[in-house]
């Protein structure tokens, strides 16, 4: 009998991903606003400002999150609940992997911005 | 023939158990089966009446300078058109396509919450019934379907217009949450043996996202309209500048549900595609995984676009970018499930039938609706196209193309299986091609129309302007679509009625719910298979005949009991016997008491709001005591050698996962409000406030104090339950009574801390974070005597422990948002505040 911890950390590691690139979405959205709000640079400093920073460091432990994940998804994949089969582990290994790939694409994507445009411009 | 006479009897036993009584006893009705085919059918009213609008609007912008509406009466009916296609049809019939088919495709005998389905139908009708009413009193609500401030604020409208639109839906959106929360214990829980997640058929896949979705996309529009409909009844300012109210809080609050809801919509419809490719490819699915990872992805992604709805609004750059470039990512995950689709067919040996043909006109014009999302999530055209008809176009390319084809392809699909007569197949070749030709005729141009300037929501327009040909040309399309749905319309009423009987599996499909009988039986499976394939059909032949002759689980019926079997959420390993409620009048009763406090609401009649409030809860209390055991039972025998426990005895109970799905729903609540907050203090103009809340440390310290005692005295409880060492009563007591404190510290601080809400949005969010947590106390104290009731009526042991267990997550998560209140309200004047 697994306990009903294990059952709900299974059904999160299936999207642990999306989980990390949700908080990644939050942090930078709210980071963006309230940085503009409380230390908004002048759009003359370009991309060199502390909002910037903070945005760029907040998406980079982000992605480390994520690598992290990435590094358990290779050396310590999901476990079969008792009875359990093989085939149907492969698909929650498979789907976690592929749910994880489309995480880091995504955050690298929504993140890009951060890097091209003066963040409280406009 | 002694075996064939027992599984008659057997049969027999379970059609008097599951039937629904003849009479007003159909008022008590629980089935799924009825409950779903009830929600379809009065979407499907809806659908015809939001039609109905439609024509209305096209034939008043048929040719210039018309007068066949005025302007007051075209606001009306476009809101309501907007309103019954999206509130009332769409979602209502994604339910009712969940309620009546998740039980059939994961081999179950029912849901897991029965009476909660029927309660969500009840406030469903009863929330559509005053949309429906306000129209023909000539009230109907008219500031557009997103309902925008400040015109729907009381100064723009002043009638009860607004005031029945934020009623009626929220009303509806009870239906919703209940259904979530419905679909996400089931999904888990209520499932054949064997049938682990990576079993599972994909539509259960796409219905657990979708349930989580509603879970937590729906809570922003229901706190949305919960806070516009109070400024409109007390004059709170959330939306008033002059008072640090901003307009845009409703517009983001309003999109992060709105854009969320297009995938709420267009993933069960991927759901019946993926349902019905495999079967005409002859086939299984390519890519399974590949499409319940896409199916997750883009449950999570779609709730980061919501701004691409507000780019002309006047938002920073990087904030334009950043919408933008998620907006387009989205198209990642759904383009997936297109390749797998078309993969499956490449793959396989496609049949050309009836549903097919619906397909393939979702395939087209889903994907001209998608192509032109893309196009509007890049910025400088969104600039031109917003508030254009191009917008219009796109929306109906989306949501007909995305939804109404695959829902007609997939009433054709089952339609054999439910009325249990054969599809002919000729009148709804005609009904498509007038569909398909009617509907691009309409809308395909209407981007044209658009990109020329014509705006959205006129009701008039003069003549020269170059849009003369373009909406004749749409009307005329839209009466041609028009003529098709009703070919359709008559080609499912002449199958019903006169259509010959079905073959059994008509298409020779691979999914359980085609083992039934063609119509099912109101208890589904005589008895529970156990699958070992996605397709069980294909892959276990004996499959259909060991279930009809009982050789399943739980073929035999006893003690009056309706039984389903419950399995591990992961494995499919079956691990409890699931009692079902029988038909009761409660849900009926308890909506019926909602109503009551909804309308009086709306007429301002506030003491009767406050008894039919009252009431809903007592209702609500008097439900949850029909359930459980009133004494210890050993487990039972399951069949095929497995004995089993009863659901009130084990700790994962479908209830507790329920517990978890509403929790994740307040929660949302909760963040959603924080947000506001958040957000009006970063970026209303009017702030900060004249003064900020003035209670001393001490009475806050003192409110989180008694919640966590709280806490701990349930935690005490259910220890003391659990070893039978010393008795769960005294800390039950001690768990409301430090609940009531809790209670009188938050209205304290309100009391005595605060301004006026009337004053300032500060004082009013304010109010509302320490009103809210007050009325998790109440409810924290209320659950405290009900289980303490419990205990003494025999309901609790340390056997059946789910009464008190849920009493602690409760107060668990009363204890967290109290302190996260406590903490916030107190700790961000200090922080940021300097009072003007």
């Known amino acids: ?122 | 023939m002694n075996e064939t006479a027992g599984v008659s009897e057997d049969r027999r036993e379970l059609t008097r158990l599951f039937s629904t009584p003849p009479g007003f006893g159909r008022l008590a009705a629980v089935n799924h089966s009825v409950i779903g085919l009830r929600f379809m059918l009065v979407a499907a009213m809806f659908f015809i009446l939001g039609g109905l609008l439609a024509m209305l609007l096209r034939a008043q912008l048929a040719i210039p300078g018309n007068e066949f509406l005025d302007n007051e009466a075209y606001n009306q009916i476009f809101t309501m058109h907007g309103t019954v296609m999206m509130f009332l049809f769409a979602i209502p019939l994604i339910e009712g396509l969940a309620l009546y088919f998740i039980p059939k495709f994961l081999g179950a005998r029912d849901l897991s919450f029965p009476r909660l389905s029927a309660f969500g139908f009840w406030c469903y009708l009863f929330g559509g019934l005053i949309l429906l009413g306000s129209m023909f009193a000539g009230v109907a609500p008219d500031s557009g379907w997103f309902m925008y401030t400040p015109l729907s604020g009381r100064e723009f409208t002043p009638g009860i217009n607004a005031d029945v639109w934020l009623i009626g839906v929220t009303f509806v959106e009870v239906s919703a949450i209940a259904f979530g929360i419905e679909l996400v214990a089931t999904v888990l829980k209520v499932r054949s043996a064997g049938m682990s997640l990576g079993r599972m058929p994909l539509f259960g896949w796409y219905i657990l996202i979708t349930a989580l979705m509603m879970v937590i996309g729906f809570p922003p529009l229901i706190l949305a309209s919960i806070l516009l409909e109070i400024e409109r009844a007390f004059a709170w300012p959330f939306f008033d500048v002059a008072l640090g109210g901003d307009p845009l809080l409703w517009q983001h609050l309003f999109w992060l549900f709105g854009h969320p809801e297009v995938y709420i919509i267009f993933l069960p419809a991927a759901a019946v595609v993926s349902m019905m490719v495999p079967t005409f490819a002859r086939r299984p699915l390519v890519g399974y995984h590949w499409v319940v990872g896409a199916i997750i992805a883009t449950g999570f992604i779609s709730f980061g676009l919501w701004v691409h709805h507000m780019f002309t609004v006047g938002i920073p750059h990087l904030a334009l970018v950043f919408f933008s470039a998620a907006s387009m990512f989205v198209a990642l995950p759904t383009t997936i499930q297109f390749f797998a689709w078309l993969a499956t067919l490449w793959q396989g040996r496609p049949v050309r039938r009836l549903p097919m043909l619906y397909l393939f006109g979702f395939l087209f014009i889903f994907v001209c609706g998608g192509l032109t999302g893309v196009m509007l999530a890049l910025v400088p055209f969104n600039w031109q196209a917003h508030d254009t008809h191009f917008v219009v176009a796109h929306l109906h390319y989306v949501l007909i193309g995305g939804f109404v084809f695959p829902v007609i392809a997939a009433l054709y699909y089952w339609l054999p299986l439910f009325s249990g007569k054969e599809v002919s197949g000729r009148l709804g070749q005609w009904a498509f091609w007038l569909l398909f030709i009617g509907f691009n005729l309409t809308f395909l141009h209407m981007h044209l129309t658009g990109l020329v300037g014509m705006p959205r929501r006129v009701y008039t327009y003069p003549e020269g302007l170059g849009w003369e040909w373009l909406n004749l040309v749409s009307t005329i399309g839209g009466f041609i679509m028009t003529a098709g749905f009703a070919a359709l319309l008559l080609d499912v009423i002449a199958t019903v009625r006169t259509g010959a009987p079905a073959r059994r599996n008509p298409w020779q499909a691979g999914t359980l719910e085609w083992s039934l009988d063609h119509p099912p039986a109101v208890y589904n499976f005589a008895s529970l298979p156990e699958v070992r394939d996605v397709e069980p059909l294909w892959e276990q032949p004996d499959l259909e005949e060991d279930v009809r002759a009982g050789r399943g689980y739980l073929g035999r019926a006893r003690n009056d009991w309706q039984e389903t079997l419950g399995v591990h959420a992961i494995s499919g390993r079956p691990d409890q016997i699931i009692l079902l409620p029988g038909p009761t009048y409660m849900p009926l009763i308890t909506a019926s008491c909602l109503l009551v406090f909804f309308l009086s609401f709306l007429l301002g009649i506030y003491w009767l709001s406050a008894i039919g409030a009252a009431a809903s809860l007592l209702a609500a209390l008097r439900w949850a005591w029909a359930g459980g055991l009133d004494r210890d039972w050993p487990d039972q025998d399951a069949g095929q050698g497995l004995k089993l426990p009863l659901h009130p005895q084990v700790i994962e109970a479908p209830g507790w996962w329920g517990m978890l799905a509403g929790l994740l729903c307040n929660g949302t609540f909760f963040i959603t409000a924080l947000f506001g907050y958040l957000y009006l203090w970063a970026v209303a103009p009017q702030w900060p406030p004249e003064s900020f809340i003035d209670t001393g440390m001490l009475l806050p310290a003192a409110t989180v104090l008694a919640a966590f005692l709280a806490l701990l005295a349930f935690h005490r409880a259910v220890g003391n339950n659990a070893s039978g060492q010393g008795r769960p009563v005294p800390a039950l007591l001690a768990a409301g009574l430090m609940s009531a404190l809790a209670l009188a510290g938050c209205a304290m601080q309100i009391a005595t801390g605060l301004p006026h809400p009337t004053t300032h949005a500060y004082v009013a969010l304010t109010t509302f974070l320490l009103g809210y947590c007050g009325l998790h106390a109440l409810i924290a104290g209320v659950l405290g005597v009900y289980c303490w009731l419990r205990l003494r009526a025999g309901y609790v042991s340390a056997r059946r422990s789910l009464d008190l267990r849920l009493a602690r997550i409760w107060a668990g998560y009363t204890a967290a948002v109290m302190i996260i209140v406590v903490v916030l309200v107190q700790g961000m004047p200090l922080l940021l505040g300097e009072a003007s």
């Open chain 1, 1 to 122: 009998m697994t306990p009903p911890g294990w059952t709900i950390r299974a059904l999160l590691r299936l999207s642990a991903g999306l989980i990390v690139w949700a908080s990644g979405f939050v942090f930078l959205y709210a980071g963006f606003s309230l940085g503009c709000q409380l230390w908004a640079p002048p759009p003359e400093d370009g991309l060199s400002n502390p909002v910037t920073l903070m945005l760029a460091g907040f998406m980079l432990v982000h992605l480390a999150a994520m690598l992290t994940l990435g590094w358990l998804w290779w050396f310590r994949p999901v476990v079969a609940a008792a009875d359990e089969s093989e085939s149907s582990r492969r698909i929650r290994h498979r789907v976690e992997g592929l749910v994880l790939a489309c995480s880091i694409f995504a955050l690298v994507w929504i993140a890009f911005p951060v890097f091209m445009v003066a963040p409280c411009a406009g």
